[in-house]
């Protein structure tokens, strides 16, 4: 994932609301969203290079996502897939705080990274950057490839795009569509993560679109406070063609 919007306690009626993109190579082979034959309780897109995920939520109503942290200077080449923190969290049973604290000392294994897990209750956040579990406060939070809330220009479209949608009533299509903005960052308003202007503003975007790499989907996943969830997830073709959306309800296991 490249941008996690996320709205926690902040609708009467949808307790939990994230909307998220996921920025990858082309040639990387994924799987669309659904419920896993072999973990029948997770419905997640998945990695089929690594057989982790990015985004996922479970029938109990656990949630993870994850994100890059952008810094080509310090890249590992055999490193792990990042894939399988947001994975191993949807298999386990455990509390999301104590889960960020057994991963955390390992985190230096793998490339950097942001991780966000929780469900309706509680939320937290784990940089390998800064290395400190955090529990996020209520109020919409945005996520890019730095440190939760760093605002750059596509968290601060995202997170008023996501306060707009919650004043009205939040639907799929307003959450999807807030996601395909595709404006890009005045050369002023660009961060430095040591990829060049060129790269930075191309990668600007809330939506992104490159000859090999950009969005390749876009979620919107809705926890209601009837114990409903609504997941969508829809397919960005390359070019930025918008393709096809899969879209799954149900009611959380107790």
């Known amino acids: 994932m490249c941008l996690i919007l996320l709205a926690h306690r902040s609708h009467p009626d949808y307790p939990l609301v994230i909307a998220a993109n996921r920025d990858e190579y082309y040639v990387r082979p994924a799987a669309k969203a659904a419920f896993w034959q072999d973990f029948p309780h997770i419905l997640a897109g998945r990695d089929l290079e690594g057989m982790g995920t990015w985004l996922g939520v479970t029938r109990k109503g656990r949630f993870a996502a994850l994100t890059n942290f952008r810094d080509p200077g310090e890249r590992k080449t055999d490193a792990p897939t990042r894939g399988e923190l947001v994975s191993g969290f949807l298999k386990s049973d455990m509390e999301p705080r104590t889960y960020l604290d057994e991963i955390a000392p390992l985190a230096s294994q793998y490339n950097g990274f942001n991780l966000l897990i929780g469900d309706i209750d509680e939320v937290y956040f784990f940089s390998s950057r800064e290395g400190v579990v955090q529990q996020v406060p209520p109020g919409v939070h945005g996520l890019s490839n730095h440190l939760l809330d760093t605002p750059w220009p596509k968290v601060v479209r995202g997170k008023q795009r996501l306060q707009a949608?919650?004043?009205?009533?939040?639907?799929?299509?307003?959450?999807?569509?807030?996601?395909?903005?595709?404006?890009?960052?005045?050369?002023?308003?660009?961060?430095?993560?040591?990829?060049?202007?060129?790269?930075?503003?191309?990668?600007?975007?809330?939506?992104?679109?490159?000859?090999?790499?950009?969005?390749?989907?876009?979620?919107?996943?809705?926890?209601?406070?009837?114990?409903?969830?609504?997941?969508?997830?829809?397919?960005?073709?390359?070019?930025?063609?918008?393709?096809?959306?899969?879209?799954?309800?149900?009611?959380?296991?107790?």
Do not use: C
Not at 181 to 186: N, T
């Open 165 to 254: 949608a919650l004043a009205a009533e939040p639907g799929v299509e307003a959450l999807l569509e807030l996601l395909h903005d595709r404006e890009p960052a005045k050369p002023g308003e660009l961060p430095d993560t040591g990829v060049g202007p060129e790269m930075e503003r191309v990668l600007s975007p809330a939506l992104i679109v490159s000859p090999q790499y950009g969005t390749r989907a876009s979620t919107a996943v809705l926890f209601g406070g009837d114990g409903a969830v609504n997941f969508n997830e829809r397919t960005i073709l390359r070019g930025g063609e918008i393709g096809a959306t899969v879209s799954l309800r149900f009611f959380l296991d107790h």
